[in-house]
């Protein structure tokens, strides 16, 4: 009985907090000062730029920068300046901070330097510390060629569609990435910003690491070591052997094997495969001291692996039988 009476009471608190959830949510808590201020300074802009407007301007209220419920989200104000003179005069004088729109290929009226320290003015830590000085501020990149701030859903945030905005500018990268052999960047299974920081990094090619290597770590973690046996050019740079974007040459490799290992081992047996002396029966016919594709020796032939078939560990070997990178 004792135990009937305790689930009652359960059920009745369950029942009352139901309610007055249902309750709240019929009758929402009135704004506070500091969010009627907010919603007064909107009103000035929202009361011509409304539904009507060409840009849909009021989705912002979808996203952080216009959620009234945190203190800290800015105002229209606080990113376009007071522009009193626009408000008296729309026609004829533009916002104080003009950040233009991409979409519809109107004129960005305000300079680079006063749009981007205006998004500095919040954004400043975290990913964008090393924006001063990035490839992207000196080629006079700023936040909104890349943002689409008034709307629910910034394409450059999304990894399906942040491809497509990095593209518009990196045209040689949109076609390596339709290559036979590339990164799944196509299937949205990775993004540029997997690789790349574009408001500025301490290493190369905007990289989130401070070398190439350790940028291919992140994901290739089978690849860092230590081995007892290491190649040389794969503790170097790992685009020594592989170019990222995209490869007509499997695994993304800059050239197909035997001629992309032939490019450093020229004088060990590569030259006796590429003189034919492997070869049953003797020598054959060269081209430029190579063998037509297809007549060099069947064991550097087989699955067109070439070297492959007998230096599988190519990035790195722990076989006792020396430095040679075998199974």
């Given at each position: ?5 305790k ?37 000035k ?78 954004h400043?830590?975290?990913l ?20 689409s ?11 399906v ?45 905007l ?31 790992c ?43 003797g ?20 699955n ?24």
């Open positions: 009985m004792l135990r009937l009476h689930f009652v009471a359960l059920g009745a608190l369950l029942g009352c907090l139901v309610a007055g959830s249902a309750a709240a949510a019929d009758n929402p808590a009135p704004p506070d000062a500091a969010t009627k201020e907010a919603l007064a300074k909107d009103a802009c929202t009361t011509c730029h409304d539904k009507s407007w060409p840009q849909p301007v009021l989705a912002i209220y979808q996203t952080p920068h216009g959620n009234r419920a945190d203190p800290r989200a800015p105002t229209c104000q606080s990113c376009h300046g007071e522009s009193t003179g626009h408000q008296a005069d729309p026609a004829g004088v533009h916002p104080d901070v003009d950040f233009g729109s991409k979409e519809h290929g109107d004129k960005d009226v305000s300079s680079v330097d006063l749009r981007t320290s205006t998004c500095l003015t919040c400043q830590t975290g964008r510390m090393h924006w001063s000085g990035s490839v992207h501020q000196t080629e006079d990149v700023t936040c909104t060629n890349c943002h701030v008034h709307t629910p859903h910034d394409p450059v945030l999304a990894k569609t942040q491809p497509d905005v990095c593209f518009a500018c990196h045209k040689t990268q949109r076609a390596q990435i339709h290559r036979i052999s590339t990164h799944p960047i196509l299937a949205g299974e990775m993004t540029c910003s997997d690789c790349h920081n574009p408001h500025g990094s301490t290493g190369p090619k990289l989130i690491k401070n070398s190439v290597n350790e940028t291919c770590y992140t994901c290739h973690a089978d690849k860092r070591g230590p081995f007892l046996w290491e190649h040389s050019p794969v503790v170097d740079d685009t020594n052997c592989h170019t990222p974007h995209g490869s007509n040459s499997s695994p993304l490799l800059k050239a197909r094997v035997p001629w992309l290992c032939q490019e450093c081992h020229s004088g060990d047996h590569a030259a006796g495969i590429n003189s034919g002396a492997n070869l049953p029966g020598s054959a016919t060269t081209i430029n001291g190579m063998l037509p594709f297809g007549s060099q020796n069947p064991k550097t032939q087989v067109a692996r070439a070297c492959l078939n007998c230096h599988v560990m190519v990035h790195g070997s722990n076989d006792p039988a020396g430095a040679k990178f075998q199974r």
